[in-house]
């Protein structure tokens, strides 16, 4: 079973920057890419960034400028720094393999983003 523990969520304002953090098992790290998601309220769960092995990202168009996925091999840590943070940007985020989600979802991190 893969675990994936999610941290460094908050209430930010608008404008605001967060850093995610992911950490799954070293097994996971070495074979799979890892992803970030998202899930509003009353919306589906919708990815936002993905790296490869090779550390190659990919970003939904929302995020795009805003938010960088980078990965940590020795720490089996995978990162969203989140900048220029919208209303919009309100979610509970998770992390995952990309580009298929194999692991259990874990209890991911709350963002809120309000004045």
């Known amino acids: 079973q893969v675990q994936l523990v999610e941290s460094g969520g908050g209430l930010v304002q608008p404008g605001g920057t967060l850093r995610l953090s992911c950490a799954t098992s070293?097994?996971?790290?070495?074979?799979?890419?890892m992803g970030w998601y998202r899930q509003a309220p009353g919306k589906q769960r919708e990815v936002v960034a993905g790296i490869s092995g090779g550390g190659s990202t990919n970003y939904a168009n929302s995020v795009k400028g805003r938010f960088t996925i980078s990965r940590d091999n020795a720490k089996s840590t995978v990162y969203l720094q989140v900048n220029s943070l919208k209303p919009e940007d309100t979610a509970v985020y998770y992390c995952?393999?990309?580009?298929?989600?194999?692991?259990?979802w874990g209890q991911g991190t709350q963002v809120t983003v309000s004045a």
């Open positions: 070293a097994l996971i790290f070495r074979n799979y890419g």
């Open positions: 995952n393999t990309y580009p298929t989600p194999i692991g259990v």
